[in-house]
């Protein structure tokens, strides 16, 4: 199957990432490891029903570790990481907000409270867009004002064109998420987006992002559960493969190659020490090992 008849349906990766972030939330149902109270609208009925059950929920989490270990600690750790930029940027009042993919993100509907006019554009392909709008209005979710849903397929799509399109103002300061995105994109549409980000007028927005390192047959087995990962999105996943990595400790001299300076990141040991420690400083489990995150800004002149 090739990547236009992939289009055409919504993400199978976006609906298990909905699915780990609803198990998340019913086992630990705090802000720092469970969050995201939504993520079990975008999941079929069925699924909803049976995770209602406790053993149920175990083994589907088991079943899920299995295919790709520490897979499940990663979710609930990214989505600490861009939680707290999206609450941060909405208290700072930034005035926009875009969602580079936003798949099932919840974000703009669990803190449309703490949004004081922050305009957020949510980017993603259509099938996947219109199956989370049918979600979202199936389960009575007012859709606050501030948001513009953006069709988009970024592989041939202009991102400059449909932002600008959508009201998108360059001069404006923005916060781009670009969450568990970059890895399923080709290196040219990556550069692009970041090439995008780097000639914003505002020289104080920010791309947050995550990424994986690059894995090869001698440091695969170095990473935690990078080779089950790698091995399970080949026969589960087929459609949508890991094509983009950034080799590690190279990622500082990727970004200023686009012309954007870092100004956060977060190897696999520090995601661990801020996202997955409880209160008691007992680490909830291990994370798969080869992804990392990262902040950047146009560089200033």
């Known amino acids: 199957m090739n990547k236009k008849e992939v289009e055409q349906r919504p993400s199978e990766t976006a609906l298990f990432t909905a699915l780990r972030r609803t198990i998340a939330n019913k086992e630990y149902n705090n802000e720092k490891f469970g969050p995201d109270y939504l993520a079990e609208i975008f999941l079929p009925a069925y699924y909803r029903f049976f995770l209602s059950f406790e053993k149920v929920r175990e083994n589907t989490k088991n079943k899920l570790a299995s295919f790709m270990p520490g897979l499940n600690e990663y979710i609930i750790a990214r989505t600490a990481f861009f939680d707290g930029l999206f609450v941060n940027a909405l208290g700072e009042k930034i005035p926009q907000i875009v969602l580079l993919g936003a ?159 870092m100004i956060d990141y977060l190897d696999n040991e520090a995601i661990v020490r801020k996202y997955l420690m409880d209160d008691n400083g007992s680490l909830i489990g291990r994370m798969a090992g080869n992804f990392h995150f990262v902040c950047a800004s146009p560089m200033k002149y």
């Not at 935690?224 to 400790?249: P, R, T, V």
Request: with cysteine; net charge negative.
């Open 103 to 261: 798949g099932y993100d919840s974000r703009a509907y669990r803190f449309a409270k703490s949004n004081r006019g922050t305009k957020i554009f949510e980017l993603d392909a259509p099938p996947t867009q219109n199956r989370k709008i049918k979600c979202l209005k199936a389960a009575r979710i007012s859709i606050p004002i501030e948001i513009q849903y953006v069709p988009i397929n970024f592989i041939i799509d202009s991102l400059s064109n449909v932002l600008e399109n959508a009201g998108y103002k360059n001069q404006e300061q923005t916060l781009f998420l670009w969450e568990g995105v970059s890895y399923y994109l080709g290196v040219d549409v990556v550069k692009e987006t970041l090439g995008f980000v780097s000639h914003s007028s505002n020289r104080d927005s920010v791309i947050a992002f995550d990424y994986t390192i690059s894995l090869s047959e001698e440091n695969v087995n170095m990473h935690y559960g990078a080779n089950e990962l790698m091995n399970s999105m080949k026969e589960y996943h087929a459609n949508e493969q890991l094509l983009f990595s950034i080799k590690d400790g190279d990622i500082e001299s990727f970004l200023a190659e686009r012309n954007l300076r």
